[in-house]
């Protein structure tokens, strides 16, 4: 835990005790707190912003709540869902191209959710994904909400909880109007599980307010040269949980193409080099190492920064650090806060790559592994993933470094199967170019 997470969770601890939270909670359903009261022991802005499920404070997640602001001054913290699991967005990327004569924007410098809004705006993706143009950028920036009534949900077989809000403050990373719409964007960089619906959902209800055209609320997520655009609706606007997906679309701004035979050729020209003295990885997502990686370009992080930073907790910390180490792309040092991760030369080189190089890299070091290459060239060979039974006797004739159990050597292999699933879904073939379209 985080110095920082460290310190929200004891000032939780007091307030929850002081005003006896949970006793409340029983009674009544819900607690109104006042920034004021949060003072006492900390800072507001620092207590009551979590934009992820997992970096509530224990006390939360023990007691199965949430907290929301409803005012400038005032959160209610109650039983209730008011987080939303992303969907699957696996599937193949559009190519779209940047104008050629812009020269302050370019597909490898895309740092932050400002300039992928950005790029995809001089792209043409918005246009492509929402199927409305021309699309003109117009609010966006942090405003304050008028007065609205909302209901969200508190659990199966329990009524929905009345929520009122009044001058609560938004934040938009972007808004963009067509003929027919008005599209709310909300931007990130980190591949999280889940994202905290008040950020579409209360932008949503002022504009849908204040407009007669139809709103849209958009979640764009930006990770290794991909953006994953999803749309959602409120079936019933006046309910917060009434999320549903509308549609999901990837885009990517770079040559992508690679083929099956691509990777065949890489991993047989690889030579697998001794296990290193790190733990096999039990990382089972590659894209949420890559990305961890991407955080790391900034500047070094403590672990405890890491979970702040990012949608992980203290045991997912390690084991993606563990997992970006094993491939030589991150490093751990240690400092007196404890363990601190940064990126290694490598890995900042292989950053800097376009996309399709920068896949291949990425496959070349894990080809560089015997479990991995010998489960993937399996596949080459039968058109088939091997199944669990066959990726452990593969890791067991690997020499794999402290993994001795069995029920070990089963846990690691969801790690295999995942990462050269994520190897697989690179693969563009002739048959799927149809798929893209490039702007000229």
Not at 291 to 296: D, G, K, M, R, V
Request: one cysteine or more; a negative charge; charged letters at 25%.
């Amino acid at each position: 835990m985080s110095d920082r997470a460290g310190k929200n969770s004891e000032a939780w601890d007091a307030l929850f005790e002081k005003y006896d939270i949970p006793g409340h909670i029983r009674e009544h359903g819900s607690f109104l707190i006042s920034a004021d009261q949060i003072r006492e022991f900390r800072e507001p802005r620092l207590m009551a912003k979590f934009d992820h499920q997992i970096n509530l404070p224990p006390i939360f997640a023990r007691n199965g709540l949430a907290i929301l602001p409803v005012s400038r001054g005032d959160y209610l913290i109650a039983r209730m869902d008011a987080y939303h699991t992303f969907e699957d967005s696996d599937g193949p990327a559009r190519r779209f191209s940047l104008p050629p004569q812009l020269q302050s924007l370019s597909a490898e410098t895309i740092s932050s959710e400002t300039i992928a809004i950005h790029c995809a705006m001089a792209a043409g993706i918005f246009e492509d994904f929402l199927e409305d143009s021309p699309l003109i950028p117009t609010v966006s920036g942090r405003m304050g909400s008028e007065s609205f009534r909302f209901r969200i949900e508190a659990g199966t077989g329990i009524e929905p909880i009345p929520v009122d809000v009044s001058r609560s403050q938004i934040e938009i990373d972007a808004a963009l109007e067509g003929q027919s719409c008005l599209a709310l964007i909300e931007a990130k960089l980190d591949l999280a599980e889940d994202f905290l619906i008040r950020q579409l959902y209360y932008p949503f209800r002022v504009w849908a307010a204040r407009i007669p055209k139809r709103v849209r609320p958009v979640f764009l997520v930006y990770s290794n040269g991909v953006f994953r655009l999803f749309e959602y609706e409120f079936s019933d606007p006046s309910l917060y949980n009434s999320l549903r997906l509308v549609r999901q679309r990837n885009y990517t701004l770079e040559t992508l193409r690679i083929t099956r035979e691509d990777l065949i050729s890489l991993a047989e020209q690889t030579s697998p080099v001794e296990e290193p003295p790190i733990a096999f990885p039990q990382a089972d997502r590659l894209d949420r190492v890559i990305n961890l990686c991407e955080l790391l370009a900034d500047h070094p992080l403590t672990r405890g920064e890491i979970t702040e930073r990012y949608a992980f907790d203290v045991r997912q910390a390690n084991y993606y650090a563990d997992a970006g180490r094993y491939l030589g792309l991150i490093r751990r040092s240690r400092e007196d806060g404890g363990p601190v991760y940064s990126l290694t030369e490598e890995a900042v080189r292989i950053l800097r790559l376009p996309y399709r190089p920068r896949q291949l890299e990425i496959c070349r070091r894990i080809f560089r592994h015997r479990a991995f290459r010998e489960t993937f060239l399996r596949w080459a060979a039968s058109g088939n993933l091997p199944d669990r039974r066959e990726i452990v006797e593969i890791m067991r004739d690997s020499r794999l470094y402290h993994v001795d159990s069995g029920s070990t050597y089963s846990r690691r292999a969801s790690t295999v199967s995942g990462w050269i699933g994520w190897i697989l879904r690179l693969i563009q073939e002739d048959s799927q170019q149809s798929l893209f379209h490039t702007l000229s």
